[in-house]
């Protein structure tokens, strides 16, 4: 601070520039982070490196009026924290942490901000500042794609950080006026040109490597291999390079006829051995649980027995319905000649994303049934607008819910199916070439099918959806809808076979609130989260002898754990005693691990299936809630500002449920914060008249301290060059029992140990306590009202 | 030493006071002053303007002690030998025969020390530190309670030599006196009616010579707690890097502070130096080592200032 005396101007241009560096920084930062991710809206990096931008020059002024410098610091550090905020926030809110490495990222590049601006230490300053630079060098390099002002930005930080650096110089040496002696002062003005200049050139080298580094698509170990002569070859292979036709992406790109795709020439046609869902369905989660008709039974006789000859048949009715008890999943044997299976559906489009092929919405306790029949006229309306491709468009109000629209290109490969597998709240759909809407028809509830037939292997299949805004929902008032609808009784029947009496405890014990809403689905799922564990290789051998009260029984009170399937029947258990309307749902999980560099697609098979649940929402819209831990919604993300704003709807909500608890608890809190200090003093007065049994010098001393903090809480402190007598006899002019007091107080103090006091040690008693009696905290502000 | 000798001493210290306030109306600090120097065997200098009672402080000192009183009026063409004393050959008895100067007293006034050249005022230097007098390679010892109160006058610079550092150094405060305030100064006029002469009533002594050196002994006995001793170090450090102390403050000042500390202490009455002690004989002491013209009392009260008074220690850790 004392280098504004120096020179205020230089200081200025100092913290200007060094502003406009972090504020390119964090905008460097925050375009990497968000081509990376493609998460936060467009805009906030410019928003955020504008406020970085505001808060310096905001922070300069401050300073330069030489107040608060440090409580700035403080706020501002505090600010910075806000991210680890948001990330604890999400995190408990909602049960799944954002990527940490994001938060991380942001706190740093805020705290090197800030710290490179606010930091008195100019040494400290200059740290950061380069560090500044360097992480945004780094997060630059890292960017694909590059834009003009991106690049406008990087030349002007590039520009900056050395003129920077030399002001920074400058303003650490200022120019000595005094210096009497010639050579000194030639001796420091050489070093004030010679020591920018080395720091310049070391940034610029430290720069480039980095630059080169990173940027570079090569390992730095292979470009330094390439000095070292050898017989040839750097040992690099990429998977990605591929040759001939019908080979890489080309193999499954989405086109609109079937035919001309290298399924034609594939295997595939040659025997068609494509699986339905519940082929599927049997060979991620294992063969439902066949009930025995006998409970014992008995080997008959060698004459009786008549040799078959034949395969015993196989059940192929598993038909519509899921059961919950399923044999344990056998391991096949492979043959070395045996190759991963194909995959049965492939898409593109935005992942995360749940394909829905079946609902289930009947459930007696052990097994899930297919929905009620729907009788709905499929009515579908063709898009116009483009005459290539033929849209179908479902007819759904539009909604506030609805935020954003996403859209995916499905391949249908290996899968028997019918219907078409679509994400949640469709909102239209393109099949290959077909224009009839005829050929359409219910498979549930808003569940596109294909009527009377399947979708021949190798149909393309395009859609686009909406998704759901988390603030929209939250906003959402399940009560207010314009009543049930007509879908409505199907998917709020209780289970007869379920104790409702142990579901309604567990509830209560979870403590999710009797309000309908939102939040309480986010609570519900959550504890359910925490209530189980996921355990894909639960082994549901047991028949019904073994657990009486079944599988879902089991999951909620006796081991915890168990696949997708239970955590979601689980899921639907719970939400319909609490009576939100709801159903259980399996279809693909498009998991952005399954995608296929070499496809250029998601490419889905058994090991996608997924279970989850959706809640029939009163505007008659569906939305996805998936209890199995790990995996996450499909809701729109938030900005910053809906995320306050759901804050802030919460708050006011629970203000105005607890008004007079909290008038009461804040009445409390603001009196104890007002008359803090008066409670303070009467406790150490109590201790040090009543309770102290001290020796004489360490009792004065005690109450001399204690004078002495109720003298500065009075706004009348001590300064730290004056004696205690000169302060209250001189400047205060206290009166009292002050004069028997001050030459204790410097006995106790200050003179040696051996020296004993001259009165005894009762009458030192009766000072200390009349001093504390009568030189209190009302007498101090008396005394400071009349000295104003 | 027993207690009534000790409360018979203090008594007649105070009678001491009493009689220079007295005599110097309306100055209770400048006299407290010269008693904390006098207990603490230093000398005086004196800088003020003409008439403000430099002469008459030092007259009735010495007439208080009981003490042979000199002084030197300094010219420009004053000898060292006029100062010290010379040999004079005594034709009678045929050898040489010491005359002494006005250094062989108990309180020496040097008036207008600046008048004279350096070569006599280094005169003064061996008898102010070590109270002897070199004589023809013959130490002589002067007067065990030997006291120099020197006057300077500060705005008449005209002719003048200012008192080099090594003489300066043995001085132990400076003091100026100003005009009394307006009370004291009637009281003053009022009492000069009807005296014809210029003198001031007679002071009788009230303690001997002997009685003072025994409270001069037992000021240097007043603890000083370790406490006390590093602030005190504090402030020296804080003066040692203070530019305008450009000469420094050497260890000789430094015992001397201290010195002075004690004597406060012992003055009011204290068997120990408090904070308030060294800071209180500072500006005195100071005032002769800053270097530079202006509002040095200002200066040094800032300096002093910045350092922060030893904190309250509790007895816990004063006992470990």
Known sequence: ?788 | MSIDLSGCLRQKLHDLEAALNRVILGKPELVTSTLICLLARGHILLEDLPGLGKTTLAKALAAALGGQFARIQCTPDLLPSDVTGFQVFDQNRREFQFLPGPVFSDILLADEINRTSPRTQSALLEAMAERQVTIDNQARHLSESFFVIATQNPVDQHGTYPLPEAQLDRFAMKLSLGYPDRDSESRLLSEAVGHARQEREAIEPVMSLNDLQQLQREASSVSVSDTVRSELMDLVAAVRGNRRFANGLSPRAVLMWQRLAQARAFLNDRKFVIPDDPRAVATGLLRLRISGHGDVDSVINALLDEIPVSPLQTPSRLVS
């Open chain 1, 1 to 788: 601070m004392k280098k504004i005396q120096t020179n205020p101007r230089l200081y200025f241009a100092t913290v200007v520039i060094a502003a406009i560096m972090a504020a390119c920084a964090i905008f460097i930062i925050e375009n990497a982070r968000i081509l990376a991710y493609e998460e936060l809206s467009t805009n906030i990096y410019l928003y955020r490196s504008l406020g970085c931008l505001l808060l310096a020059l905001a922070g300069y002024f401050l300073t330069f009026w030489g107040k608060g410098g440090k409580a700035i610091t403080l706020l501002l550090a505090l600010a910075c924290q806000s991210p680890l905020t948001l990330y604890f926030y999400e995190g408990l809110r909602f049960g799944q942490f954002p990527p940490f490495e994001k938060t991380i990222l942001f706190v740093i590049e805020c705290q090197i901000a800030v710290l490179g601006l606010y930091v008195v230490n100019a040494a400290t300053r200059r740290i950061c500042m380069i560090l500044a630079g360097i992480v945004g060098l780094i997060a630059y390099s890292s960017i694909q794609e590059m834009t003009p002002l991106l690049s406008l930005t990087m030349f002007l930080l590039t520009i900056l950080t050395p003129a920077w650096m030399i002001l920074e110089h400058a303003l650490a040496n200022p120019v000595i006026q005094f210096q009497s002696h010639e050579t000194e002062a030639l001796k420091s003005a050489s070093s004030r040109r010679f020591m920018p200049l080395l720091r310049v050139g070391c940034y610029l080298v430290l720069g480039t490597i980095t630059f080169t580094v990173v940027k570079s698509d090569r390992a730095i170990q292979t470009v330094l291999g390439e000095w070292v002569s050898s017989s040839g070859g750097t040992g690099e292979t990429n998977e990605l390079a591929t040759s001939g036709v019908g080979d890489g992406p080309n193999e499954v790109s989405a086109s609109k006829d079937p035919q001309t795709t290298g399924f034609s020439d594939s295997e595939i046609y040659l025997e068609t051995d494509r699986s339905s869902l519940f082929d599927a369905f049997n060979e991620q989660y294992g063969e439902p649980f066949k009930k025995q008709k006998f409970e014992r039974m008995q080997a008959m006789g060698a004459q009786d027995v008549r040799e078959n000859g034949d395969r015993p048949k196989e059940n192929l009715q598993a038909g519509r319905t899921f059961e919950l008890s399923r044999q344990p999943n056998q391991q096949k044997k492979r043959n070395l000649q045996d190759r991963q299976a194909d995959a049965l559906v492939y898409v593109q489009g935005e992942p995360e994303t749940r394909l829905k092929l079946s609902s289930f919405d009947r459930f007696d306790g052990e097994s899930w049934f297919t929905e009620h029949d729907c009788t709905d006229n499929c009515s579908l309306t063709i898009e116009q607008k483009n005459p290539d491709k033929c849209w179908f468009c479902l007819n759904r109000p539009l909604s506030d819910l609805n935020s954003k629209t996403v859209s995916h290109k499905i391949k249908i490969a290996n899968l028997e199916t019918s219907v078409l597998p679509s994400p949640n709240n469709l909102w239209k759909f393109l099949v290959g070439g077909i224009r009839q809407s005829e050929m359409f028809g219910w498979a549930g509830v808003q569940m596109i099918r294909v009527r009377d037939r399947n979708f021949p292997a190798g149909t393309t299949l395009e859609t686009v959806s909406n998704r759901l805004s988390r603030r929209a929902l939250h906003e959402l008032h399940f009560h207010s809808g314009k009543g049930p609808t007509r879908h409505h009784e199907h998917f709020s029947g209780r289970f007869s076979q379920i104790d409702t009496a142990s579901v309604k405890n567990l509830l209560d014990s979870w403590n999710v609130g009797s309000e309908k809403s939102w939040l309480q689905v986010e609570k519900l799922i959550s504890r359910l989260q925490n209530h189980a564990r996921l355990d894909d290789h639960q082994q549901q051998t047991m028949n019904n002898t073994v657990r009486p009260k079944g599988a879902i029984d089991d999951f909620l009170f006796g081991a915890r754990k168990g696949p997708d399937y239970l955590f979601a029947t689980a899921a639907v258990v719970l939400l319909r005693e609490l009576g939100y309307p709801c159903r259980l749902a399996s279809g693909f999980y498009i998991d952005p691990a399954s995608y296929s560099e070499e496809k250029a697609h998601y490419a889905l098979n058994s090991g996608n299936l997924h279970f989850w649940v959706e809640i029939l929402l009163p505007t008659n819209q569906w939305v996805v809630v998936d209890p199995t831990p790990g995996f996450t919604d499909e809701l729109h993300s938030d900005s910053l500002y809906d995320i306050a704003w759901i804050w802030f709807y919460y708050t006011r909500a629970w203000f105005f449920s607890n008004y007079i608890a909290i008038f009461l608890a804040s009445l409390t809190v603001m009196t104890l914060f007002l008359k803090r200090r008066h409670i303070y003093d009467r406790a150490v007065c109590l201790w040090l008249i009543r309770i102290m049994p001290f020796q004489p010098r360490r009792q004065v001393v005690l109450t001399l301290r204690h004078i002495e903090w109720r003298l500065s809480c009075s706004g009348m402190p001590r300064p730290k060059g004056c004696t205690i007598r000169r302060h209250w006899l001189g400047t205060l002019s206290l009166n009292g029992p002050t004069a028997s007091l001050i030459p204790l107080a410097e006995w106790a103090a200050y003179s040696a140990l051996e020296i004993e006091p001259d009165q005894p040690g009762n009458e030192i008693r009766s000072v200390c306590r009349r001093s504390l009696e009568e030189l209190n905290l009302n007498h101090f502000s008396k005394l400071r009202s009349e000295k104003k």
